[in-house]
T-cell receptor, first 115, second 113 residues
Framework: NAGVMQNPRHLVRRRGQEARLRCSPMKGHSHVYWYRQLPEEGLKFMVYLQKENIIDESGMPKERFSAEFPKEGPSILRIQQVVRGDSAAYFC?????????????FGQGTRLTVV | QKEVEQDPGPLSVPEGAIVSLNCTYSNSAFQYFMWYRQYSRKGPELLMYTYSSGNKEDGRFTAQVDKSSKYISLFIRDSQPSDSATYLCAMSSAAYNTDKLIFGTGTRLQVFP
């Protein structure tokens, strides 16, 4: 059973370009979380999605960031008009369902560098 | 004040030492407490998971939660060089149908032979 797959592993974008980060959850998992990790900082929650629904986006910046988890295909985190401050590692985690304290499994992350 | 505070280290110990890692938190609604291990350039992997107060042991690892003091700990016995990694504490309240995790900044541990 493959783990959480994120691609690309590394992404370089120039300022003003768009970045698309993909996350394929573990088989049978329908809940996806996105976290961002800035250098020397812990992971910060961004958004929680179920298939076709955004459940909690309290950690998403108000502008330029969006996320989706369509009925078919991976979850996508999209960053428009990237700036240097968006450079970070972005991690996706998945879980099979919502139940209090259910373990979420993390992917290897996408490291975004904005030049 | 951050919701979760964790000493960033680095912590350097000899092989075989007992390691103590700690976090404090301010949100009394947290009910679930986790420790993750993260190797360089990798994703976090769950080490220990505890619900509410108490102790939990798994091999060389022991997790403790003291909700009255808002303090959690991870002990590693007989530490090995392979334990060298960043250790992240995380917690959640599972309120409002969201199980998002609040992480500490991580403690970097180096175990030397």
């Amino acid at each position: 059973n493959a783990g959480v797959m994120q691609n690309p592993r590394h992404l370089v974008r120039r300022r003003g370009q768009e970045a698309r980060l993909r996350c394929s959850p573990m088989k049978g998992h329908s809940h996806v979380y996105w976290y961002r990790q800035l250098p020397e900082e812990g992971l910060k929650f961004m958004v929680y999605l179920q298939k076709e629904n955004i459940i909690d986006e309290s950690g998403m910046p108000k502008e330029r960031f969006s996320a989706e988890f369509p009925k078919e295909g991976p979850s996508i985190l999209r960053i428009q008009q990237v700036v240097r401050g968006d450079s970070a590692a972005y991690f996706c985690a998945s879980s099979p369902f919502f139940r209090e304290g259910t373990e979420a499994f993390f992917g290897q992350g996408t490291r975004l560098t904005v030049v | 004040q951050k919701e979760v505070e964790q000493d960033p280290g680095p912590l350097s110990v000899p092989e075989g030492a007992i390691v103590s890692l700690n976090c404090t938190y301010s949100n009394s609604a947290f009910q679930y407490f986790m420790w993750y291990r993260q190797y360089s350039r990798k994703g976090p992997e769950l080490l220990m998971y505890t619900y509410s107060s108490g102790n939990k042991e798994d091999g060389r690892f022991t997790a403790q939660v003291d909700k009255s003091s808002k303090y959690i700990s991870l002990f590693i016995r007989d530490s090995q060089p392979s334990d060298s990694a960043t250790y992240l504490c995380a917690m959640s309240s599972a309120a409002y149908n969201t199980d998002k995790l609040i992480f500490g900044t991580g403690t970097r541990l180096q175990v030397f032979p």
